[in-house]
């Protein structure tokens, strides 16, 4: 996470300053503008090989990808075809994975093309508040003031991001007044800061949920009503409150109500141990079973300390219900691909997190027509609601059916949603604006530090690279996300998807069309202007694998590969 350091703060605590800002050098002036617009479409010479049926080459795997073309219809016009409907189109592209950059820095920073020096991993030039001054490895990493910012431009001159692996000392240093702001303020640290009057705690939504889920197809758990009675007699809160992070929510439905649509409909169950006892007995189960829960062996962000909650649970199911839980640790390289197998039996626990922030990618791959066998058959209502979410873009269409979709999983209790893992951040208390963003992409530009010329946000790791379309490291977006920008941004302090460089991307009624008008007059840092060249290049220097610019500090493009099912081109595997 980055710090921010307030100048010119006394304190008697030894911790390291950053010194008072000089002026920030100067933004360009726009000398480097670009040359005529050549209208630029990928692929070159036709459409991605969107039918499965296509046999691949003895050189390419076959493709896989759902990306069919994108191309400039005018120097301000994108169009992206796709093989198949996407709703969560624009939730994909807010990414910083997904920002644009200019075509002759691309092609003049990295390495494999022509000979130029691979730099695309230290030297940005975005279009966003802030620019790239200079990053100190080991040290900082400081941003000036875009003064030709397209929107408002940033109040503080300057974003200071520093970094230091113990929450006790990043803590301390925003005590002391040295930084302004610090990320993941541990359990400990959490109590220093409420009783410290100059500072704020504010809690990060978490977009990972804990949750008990249930082997349907045998058992005990084939009967519903069972199911039902364990969801009124888990004590959820209390869970949440003793066992999760600081920042962590009791969740009223599977999906984070950070997520667009993702909170639609009636909450969870209450918990009511004398109503869950009498449903067990309606089922056929005074007295309890017996059964067993199998859970990760090793904790993750999603659930940090996976034993614990295994326990009380055991302890809750014993005492309210009768139900004897044997626990069984399972190794966590075959855990997943046990569960979407459909391998383990009785019951499970798990923390999961929607691979992008829309509804879609929680719900369809868990709940979904096409989901893993984690809970057994698919839920027929279930289904048919996921389909409808995802047929349309309509906000209002949308909301009714993950509803629906909602309302059949709290009625079938494939699963028990438990928490929503979250964390907390600390800053000055004279930082007017300041807040979180569930995805870590705080708003830095729209913060104002007091009377202090320069931000200093002290997070908890060095980046590992700032090409972002490269890199998946928490840091390196947060970075990302003050200098380079995409069509789409995330809002401040969510997860809803809003124009950016595009004034507004509108699909067609499939869903597989998506237009995207670009602002006009916007100019990268080095004074270059955008036009939609810049969009075609800048994503398929990610969608070949085979393109010259289709290199970074790795080479791997995670975030595409993953979201958009596949590269063009990509090399057959080995047998």
């Known amino acids: 996470m980055f710090v921010l350091v307030v100048a010119g703060c006394q304190s008697s ?62 120097a301000q016009t994108v169009v992206f075809e796709l093989c198949e409907p996407d709703v969560a189109f624009l939730a994909k592209i807010a990414a910083p994975a997904f920002g644009i950059n200019d075509t002759e820095w691309l092609q003049n920073h990295v390495g494999a093309n022509g000979g130029a020096p691979q730099t695309i991993s230290t030297d940005v030039n975005g279009t966003g508040p802030y620019r790239l001054e200079n990053w100190t490895p080991g040290t900082e990493i400081s941003l000036a003031r875009n003064d030709a910012y397209w929107a408002s431009a940033a109040d503080p001159e300057r974003l200071i991001v520093r970094w230091d692996d113990d929450p006790r000392e990043r803590v301390a240093e925003v005590q002391a007044g040295t930084v302004d702001g610090v990320d993941e303020v541990d359990p400990g640290g959490v109590t220093r800061v409420t009783d410290d009057v100059s500072l704020n705690l504010l809690p990060r939504a978490g977009l990972g949920t804990v949750y008990l889920g249930f082997d349907t197809t045998g058992s005990a758990f084939e009967s519903e009503q069972v199911r039902q ?99 069984v640790a399972e190794p966590d390289e075959t855990y997943l691909a046990d569960l979407d197998a459909g391998a383990i039996d009785e019951m499970h626990l798990l923390g999961r ?157 499939g869903l597989t069309i998506w237009t995207c008008a670009l602002r006009r007059g916007v100019t990268f840092h080095d004074g270059s202007r955008l036009d939609a060249d810049d969009v075609v290049l800048s994503f398929a220097a990610q969608w070949d694998a085979e393109h010259p610019l289709h290199v970074g500090r790795a080479g791997d493009f995670p975030t595409f590969d993953a979201w958009f099912g596949g590269f063009l081109n990509s090399p057959r595997r080995a047998p």
């Open 353 to 509: 997190e929607g691979a992008y922030p829309d509804v879609s990618a929680s719900l369809d791959p868990r709940f979904g027509a096409n989901a893993s066998a984690e809970f057994g058959r698919p839920l027929s209502d279930v289904t048919k609601a996921l389909s409808a979410g995802s047929a349309t873009a309509d906000d209002e269409k949308r909301e009714a059916a993950y509803a629906r979709a909602n309302a059949g999983i709290r009625t079938h209790v494939p699963m028990i949603p438990i928490g929503h893992v979250g964390s907390s951040t600390a800053f000055r208390a004279d930082v007017d604006g300041a807040v979180t963003s569930p995805l870590r992409l705080e708003p830095f530009s729209r913060m104002t530090p007091g009377d202090r010329r320069q931000l200093v946000w002290l997070t908890t790791h060095e980046p590992t690279g700032l090409y972002c379309p490269d890199e998946t490291d928490t840091v390196a977006n947060l970075v990302c996300a003050q200098v380079v920008e995409g069509l789409y941004a995330y809002e401040a302090a969510g997860t809803q998807p809003v124009p950016s460089l595009a004034r507004e991307c509108s699909p067609n009624k």
């Open 229 to 327: 009675a364990i969801a009124l007699g888990l004590d959820r809160r209390r869970i949440v409150e003793t066992l999760l992070s600081a920042g962590s929510e009791v969740a009223s439905h599977y999906t984070p109500c950070a997520v667009p649509h993702g909170c639609a409909g009636d909450s969870w169950y209450d918990y009511d141990p004398t109503l869950a006892k009498e449903t067990l007995s309606a089922a056929g189960h005074p007295d309890g079973f017996d059964t067993i829960l199998h859970y990760p062996a090793t904790g993750g962000p999603s659930l940090p300390d996976p034993t614990a909650v295994a326990e009380e649970i055991r302890t809750e199911l014993l005492d309210n219900l009768g139900i004897r839980v044997s626990l």
């Open 13 to 74: 605590i030894p911790l390291i300053r950053t010194p008072a800002p000089a002026a920030p050098t100067p933004t360009p002036t726009p000398t480097a503008i670009h040359p005529t617009f050549r209208g630029m479409t990928y692929p070159p010479a036709g459409d991605a090989p969107c039918d499965e049926a296509k046999a691949p080459d003895d050189q390419h795997a076959a493709y896989t990808g759902n990306l069919k073309r994108v191309g400039a219809e005018d």
